[in-house]
């Protein structure tokens, strides 16, 4: 069956450095990939997405990556604030319609 | 626009009980779908529709159902609400079925179950 996996655990970082999340997938050949943010008590909201022909994505601050070879994408935060610490969830998307399943996410925490 | 909306925030619903979450949008989108996310578990998918008059189960649909009469409305209902059934529940739509379109999520329902 389908597997994503993300990193369980949070993720401390200090302020300034950069945040590099991970997301694997197994039984997938997802054409595209999106990742999302989640702030305590609300819901995700849409941060990138990245094509299988994309090897890397960059938004701001964020970059994303995409090895289809690895079953893996990479979720960068560069310069990281304060402000960043949330849970980054990664959802790998296949061609034609299918239904939209999603990583456990991982919990950034970002210290000043 | 509002975008997705929820209601209610909170429930509380006693072992046995039927309710309905309900959900709207206003951006004439066609995918709508409904998750349940618990502590560990990430979010699950409980039921999708790809547009009115089309429904489609999820990873955990048991216990629950929905409709999809309107293009706007979404609405999930527990037929007898159990404990398992506490969570906090997210509704979410996006423009197409295409696999490249963001999903917009609401607010969230927590529904607690005694």
């Known amino acids: 069956s389908q597997k994503i996996e993300q990193n369980s655990e949070a993720l401390n970082i200090q302020e300034g450095k950069t945040a590099t999340l991970t997301c694997n997938y197994t039984n997938y050949s997802p054409a595209y990939l999106q990742w999302y943010r989640q702030d305590p008590g609300r819901g995700p909201v849409f941060l990138l997405l990245?094509?299988?022909?994309?090897k890397e994505k960059r938004k701001e601050r964020l970059k994303v990556t995409f090895d289809t070879t690895l079953k893996q994408s990479l979720f960068h935060i560069t310069a990281s604030q304060p402000a960043d610490s949330a849970t980054y969830l990664c959802?790998?998307?296949?061609?034609?319609?299918?239904?939209?399943?999603f990583g456990t996410g991982t919990r950034l925490l970002v210290s000043p | 626009n509002a975008g997705v909306t929820q209601t209610p925030k909170f429930q509380v619903l006693k072992t046995g009980q039927s309710m309905t979450l309900q959900c709207a949008q206003d951006m004439n989108h066609e995918y709508m779908s409904w998750y349940r996310q618990d502590p560990g578990m990430g979010l699950r998918l409980i039921h999708y529709?790809?547009?009115?008059?089309?429904?489609d189960q999820g990873e955990v649909p048991n216990g629950y159902n929905v409709s999809r009469s309107t293009t706007e409305d979404f609405p999930l209902r527990l037929l007898s609400a159990a404990p398992s059934q506490t969570s906090v529940y997210f509704c979410a739509s996006s423009y197409s079925r295409q696999p490249y379109y963001e999903q917009y999520f609401g607010p969230g329902t927590r529904l607690t179950v005694t």
């Open positions: 959802a790998p998307r296949s061609t034609g319609f299918q239904k939209l399943v």
């Open positions: 990245i094509r299988e022909n994309e």
């Open positions: 529709s790809v547009g009115a008059g089309i429904t």
